[in-house]
């Protein structure tokens, strides 16, 4: 389905902490999303003007659920756009262009359905876990704070750097168990670029099919700026229109920018424009 | 051609009538807003947006990307970095090369309910006159722009920030580009971007376009506060600035420039508004080109039409304009 050629004047129906996090939701009358798809977002008011000048450009947020009409996304405050969304509050308004992008692909039968999320990056697997029969999900925080992310999905196995919550370890621990147990699956992954090629690199060696949810700077959302592209077997790609998720076979590796920050993934504008 | 297509096609190509139609070089356009070249990918918003991209087509004449003789894959990202109330951008051309552009892009733009503007860039003057003669001959394109803001291989200089050099490659691709209008994209990272324009002018060029980007360096932030930047942030080194950030240097070069050529001037940089858009108009530019601002919005550029037409309402704060 297309996207509605216009960006629309939302209102905020309310802006939650869940941890380190927050999870904004707004009156969204859609098209509703497909999971793994996303939307670009901007405060309708003080939109700019703060810090250094920014925010200028909208951000870029994957859809972390869709429910009756109200759109959920998943924010941390990591940057001058991330901080305002952060700040807005029931009743303000928020426009949207979207729902953008490509979204997951369902998992060919009898393969089951493995999501591996990290940090900020849990947000399109929560929409995932919403739309499929089954799944087994894992997710990884560096924290106490950051692992209530958590509780956006539902009965998820957690790993944290700090040992607070679940295994002490990397959640690619998690998945290497799941696999050596049973590796008859798909895995669907979102989070830091490291992860993501961690992911990568282990599904590649077992032979197991994998849809990666990747992240650039991204200024537009629909294809005019160049500015998101991955490098992939066949070149550039954009990935607000050839993705955010691609198959992994089509990747030789996730690119990890030595200079970009701790990552923020699911917000699709990590690293420069947050 | 669809009948439904043709008519709305001619509606908006030569039936421009309406309040705000605009002669330039010879075509007739509903509205004197167009876009910048490299800041709208029209091919790729119809696989977003659908058939509503052609309905409400948000520019009365449609500016490519830049295509160059060759395919390019373009610099190696990072590409953006959000500067103070600006967008630093080192995309670097990234085209499919002429052939492939006229084979498989062109006729996907000549559906468009708008006369489509073919920005070129060559290296050289030789490189330049083959890009105009292909795209002379071809009916789908209703002018080309000549992008000079890339170095002489020979000289090393940039073609556009040298008049003497640019009114020399415009004098000599000028008879490549037959009867189609060319327009000569004005550099602004130049000692005085009025002489260039008058050279242009010389050379042949029936119209030209500023400002481009201003050239920007953007430092990747460091490890650490405190500690020194590791280097450029964007995989190209450097970049060129885009959005309100040069506004007030765009409208200096424009009203410069409109003040020493006859030809038409199509003016941009910073333009966010229909306020914006009048300044320029105001300080004789014919038409107006909208860029950074279409990445917030695609359809801004319809918005600020409408508003200098007196319809709808004010571009910020408003959900429904239309």
Request: some cysteine.
């Given at each position: 389905?297309?996207?509605?050629?216009?960006?629309?004047?939302?209102?905020?129906?309310?802006?939650?902490?869940?941890?380190?996090?927050?999870?904004?939701?707004?009156?969204?009358?859609?098209?509703?999303?497909?999971?793994?798809?996303?939307?670009?977002?901007?405060?309708?008011?003080?939109?700019?003007?703060?810090?250094?000048?920014?925010?200028?450009?909208?951000?870029?947020?994957?859809?972390?659920?869709?429910?009756?009409?109200?759109?959920?996304?998943?924010?941390?405050?990591?940057?001058?756009?991330?901080?305002?969304?952060?700040?807005?509050?029931?009743?303000?308004?928020?426009?949207?262009?979207?729902?953008?992008?490509?979204?997951?692909?369902?998992?060919?039968?009898?393969?089951?359905?493995?999501?591996?999320?990290?940090?900020?990056?849990?947000?399109?697997?929560?929409?995932?876990?919403?739309?499929?029969?089954?799944?087994?999900?894992?997710?990884?925080?560096?924290?106490?704070?950051?692992?209530?992310?958590?509780?956006?999905?539902?009965?998820?196995?957690?790993?944290?750097?700090?040992?607070?919550?679940?295994?002490?370890?990397?959640?690619?621990?998690?998945?290497?168990?799941?696999?050596?147990?049973?590796?008859?699956?798909?895995?669907?992954?979102?989070?830091?670029?490291?992860?993501?090629?961690?992911?990568?690199?282990?599904?590649?060696?077992?032979?197991?099919?994998?849809?990666?949810?990747?992240?650039?700077?991204?200024?537009?959302?629909?294809?005019?700026?160049?500015?998101?592209?991955?490098?992939?077997?066949?070149?550039?790609?954009?990935?607000?229109?050839?993705?955010?998720?691609?198959?992994?076979?089509?990747?030789?590796?996730?690119?990890?920018?030595?200079?970009?920050?701790?990552?923020?993934?699911?917000?699709?504008?990590?690293?420069?424009?947050? | 051609?669809?009948?439904?297509?043709?008519?709305?096609?001619?509606?908006?190509?030569?039936?421009?009538?309406?309040?705000?139609?605009?002669?330039?070089?010879?075509?007739?356009?509903?509205?004197p807003v167009?876009?910048?070249?490299?800041?709208?990918?029209?091919?790729?918003?119809?696989?977003?947006?659908?058939?509503?991209?052609?309905?409400?087509?948000?520019?009365?004449?449609?500016?490519?990307?830049?295509?160059?003789?060759?395919?390019?894959?373009?610099?190696?990202?990072?590409?953006?970095?959000?500067?103070?109330?600006?967008?630093?951008?080192?995309?670097?051309?990234?085209?499919?090369?002429?052939?492939?552009?006229?084979?498989?892009?062109?006729?996907?733009?000549?559906?468009?309910?708008?006369?489509?503007?073919?920005?070129?860039?060559?290296?050289?003057?030789?490189?330049?006159?083959?890009?105009?003669?292909?795209?002379?001959?071809?009916?789908?394109?209703?002018?080309?722009?000549?992008?000079?803001?890339?170095?002489?291989?020979?000289?090393?200089?940039?073609?556009?920030?040298?008049?003497?050099?640019?009114?020399?490659?415009?004098?000599?691709?000028?008879?490549?580009?037959?009867?189609?209008?060319?327009?000569?994209?004005?550099?602004?990272?130049?000692?005085?971007?009025?002489?260039?324009?008058?050279?242009?002018?010389?050379?042949?060029?029936?119209?030209?376009?500023?400002?481009?980007?201003?050239?920007?360096?953007?430092?990747?932030?460091?490890?650490?506060?405190?500690?020194?930047?590791?280097?450029?942030?964007?995989?190209?080194?450097?970049?060129?600035?885009?959005?309100?950030?040069?506004?007030?240097?765009?409208l200096?070069?424009?009203?410069?420039?409109?003040?020493?050529?006859?030809?038409?001037?199509?003016g941009?940089?910073?333009i966010?508004t229909a306020a914006d858009a009048r300044r320029f108009l105001e300080l004789?530019a014919?038409?107006v080109?909208?860029?950074?601002?279409?990445?917030?919005?695609?359809?801004?550029?319809?918005?600020i039409?409408?508003e200098l037409a007196g319809?709808?309402?004010?571009?910020?704060?408003?959900?429904?304009?239309?």
């Amino acid at each position: 389905m297309s996207a509605p050629l216009q960006r629309r004047l939302l209102t905020l129906t309310a802006n939650e902490r869940l941890g380190a996090y927050r999870v904004l939701r707004a009156v969204d009358p859609g098209p509703p999303p497909r999971a793994g798809q996303f939307a670009m977002l901007a405060a309708a008011e003080r939109w700019g003007g703060g810090e250094d000048e920014r925010p200028l450009l909208a951000r870029a947020f994957s859809y972390a659920r869709w429910q009756e009409g109200e759109a959920h996304f998943l924010l941390e405050d990591v940057g001058p756009g991330t901080h305002r969304l952060c700040e807005l509050g029931a009743g303000n308004g928020l426009w949207l262009l979207g729902p953008l992008g490509r979204g997951f692909e369902l998992p060919p039968e009898r393969r089951r359905a493995l999501l591996v999320g990290g940090g900020v990056g849990i947000a399109p697997l929560a929409i995932w876990q919403d739309a499929l029969d089954e799944a087994t999900v894992l997710l990884g925080f560096r924290d106490a704070a950051h692992a209530h992310g958590a509780g956006l999905c539902r009965d998820a196995l957690l790993a944290t750097d700090d040992g607070s919550h679940g295994h002490h370890g990397r959640v690619t621990d998690l998945l290497e168990a799941e696999l050596d147990a049973d590796a008859h699956a798909v895995v669907y992954s979102c989070g830091p670029p490291p992860m993501l090629e961690a992911v990568r690199a282990i599904c590649a060696v077992r032979d197991v099919p994998a849809q990666l949810a990747l992240e650039a700077g991204m200024a537009c959302g629909f294809g005019a700026c160049f500015g998101c592209v991955v490098p992939t077997r066949s070149g550039y790609a954009r990935l607000c229109v050839d993705g955010p998720v691609l198959d992994a076979a089509e990747l030789e590796r996730v690119e990890c920018h030595p200079a970009s920050a701790p990552a923020a993934s699911g917000t699709r504008t990590a690293g420069t424009v947050r | 051609m669809p009948s439904r297509e043709r008519s709305r096609r001619e509606r908006h190509a030569y039936g421009g009538n309406g309040p705000l139609s605009v002669d330039f070089c010879g075509l007739t356009l509903a509205h004197p807003v167009i876009n910048g070249s490299g800041t709208f990918d029209a091919i790729a918003a119809r696989r977003v947006f659908g058939a509503a991209l052609d309905e409400r087509f948000p520019f009365a004449a449609f500016v490519s990307k830049t295509i160059t003789l060759q395919p390019r894959a373009g610099n190696p990202p990072p590409r953006l970095w959000e500067a103070p109330a600006g967008l630093v951008n080192s995309i670097g051309l990234p085209n499919k090369g002429l052939q492939r552009y006229l084979a498989e892009d062109l006729p996907e733009l000549a559906r468009l309910p708008a006369p489509l503007i073919v920005n070129v860039m060559g290296s050289s003057a030789a490189e330049l006159e083959a890009l105009a003669s292909a795209c002379s001959a071809r009916a789908e394109i209703s002018a080309i722009e000549l992008n000079v803001s890339c170095p002489n291989v020979k000289t090393g200089l940039d073609i556009g920030a040298d008049p003497r050099e640019l009114g020399r490659v415009v004098a000599s691709v000028r008879p490549a580009a037959g009867t189609k209008p060319l327009i000569v994209k004005l550099t602004p990272n130049c000692a005085d971007v009025s002489a260039c324009a008058a050279a242009a002018q010389a050379g042949g060029a029936d119209a030209v376009s500023l400002i481009n980007t201003l050239r920007a360096y953007a430092p990747a932030p460091p490890a650490r506060a405190g500690h020194p930047s590791p280097g450029p942030w964007l995989g190209g080194g450097s970049g060129g600035l885009s959005g309100p950030a040069v506004r007030a240097v765009a409208l200096a070069q424009v009203a410069a420039v409109a003040a020493r050529v006859s030809i038409p001037v199509i003016g941009m940089g910073g333009i966010q508004t229909a306020a914006d858009a009048r300044r320029f108009l105001e300080l004789g530019a014919t038409l107006v080109a909208v860029g950074t601002a279409s990445f917030s919005d695609p359809l801004i550029g319809a918005r600020i039409a409408a508003e200098l037409a007196g319809r709808g309402h004010r571009v910020s704060g408003n959900a429904t304009p239309f």
